[in-house]
């Protein structure tokens, strides 16, 4: 099983490139950086991580995550680029295929997709985009990236988003495009990700959540005649517990994202050496 790093890089963190460049050197296999470009002034929602509800700092000074990737994929050979998660309600599908294809292009088939649909209704909302549309949005363009990514002239006409015949190069290198990872626990996620994603990516979960997704993964992947090892299993932000990992493993998880707190570049990079010591063998 693969072991990845999952950190929030702000304005006052280590620099994605210095963290990018440790994981490496470490052993991890991959470094996976989340975003919200904007938090709404006074917004009531509440963030689903804690009993009060409350965001956390960090969530109000994310650094972009494909410029945080695209730093890191300079100092890297081998290290995966993920993000975790990126919010597609609230981007523009065509420029986001270009970037994913730019930063695949670029970082020699490296990169990850992971993708949601947001929780903080008021913040997809400021994008155009209505809260219970997010999902309907996710698919159509996830669909409409991957005929941007396969053809040589794209077009696509959905109810959300639609466009005529484009010309979209460079192409990405992992073929036939970089891998979809789906977070999520809504009730219908398991069937997302077997229609239209590459993996699961859950979030909050235990060792039995995992052996109970991998089995409605491949059951549904039976009825559709789909090779469940098609479909990958993600587990985000866990604590560094050797022993926690392990039962991850065993329940189906393909790879586990260790949670790193935000810290400057002194702390972070202790932190990293102790997660390393504790679960890379």
């Known amino acids: 099983m693969d072991i990845g790093i999952a950190m929030f890089v702000t304005g006052t963190s280590i620099d994605s490139a210095v963290l990018a460049e440790n994981c490496e050197k470490l052993g991890f296999e991959s470094l996976w950086v989340p975003e919200h470009p904007v938090i709404p002034a006074g917004n009531k929602t509440k963030w689903p991580g804690s009993a009060d509800g409350v965001l956390p700092d960090e969530y109000y000074n994310i650094i972009d ?12 050979t081998t290290l995966k680029l993920a993000t975790g998660i990126c919010l597609i309600p ?14 695949d292009y670029c970082s020699k088939g490296r990169f990850l997709f992971g993708i949601g649909t947001g929780w903080l209704k008021e913040e997809t909302e400021l994008f155009g985009i209505d809260f219970k549309d997010r ?26 988003i639609d466009f005529p015949s484009v010309i979209c190069m460079p192409k990405p290198i992992q073929k036939p495009h970089p891998p979809v990872l789906i977070g999520g626990m809504a009730k219908n996620v398991f069937r997302r990700v077997v229609n239209w994603g590459d993996g699961w990516m859950p979030n909050r979960v235990t060792p039995e ?22 479909i990958s299993i993600s587990v985000y932000g866990q604590p560094a517990d050797a022993e926690l990992l392990k039962a991850f493993e065993d329940a189906g998880a393909n790879r586990v994202m260790v949670r790193l707190a935000t810290a400057s570049e002194e702390p972070a990079l202790e932190s990293l050496r102790g997660i390393a010591s504790k679960v890379l063998t």
């Open 90 to 103: 609230e981007r523009n599908p065509l420029l986001l295929a270009k970037e994913i294809a730019s930063l």
């Open 209 to 230: 959540d995992v052996r109970l997704g991998r089995g409605e993964i491949d059951k549904l992947c039976k009825e559709r005649g789909r090779d469940p090892n098609s």
């Open 65 to 76: 995550p494909f410029i945080a990737l695209a730093r890191a994929s300079m100092v890297t």
């Open 135 to 160: 999902v309907k949005y996710t698919r159509e363009s996830i669909l409409a990236m991957k005929e941007l990514w396969t053809q040589e002239e794209a077009e696509f006409h959905g109810d959300l």
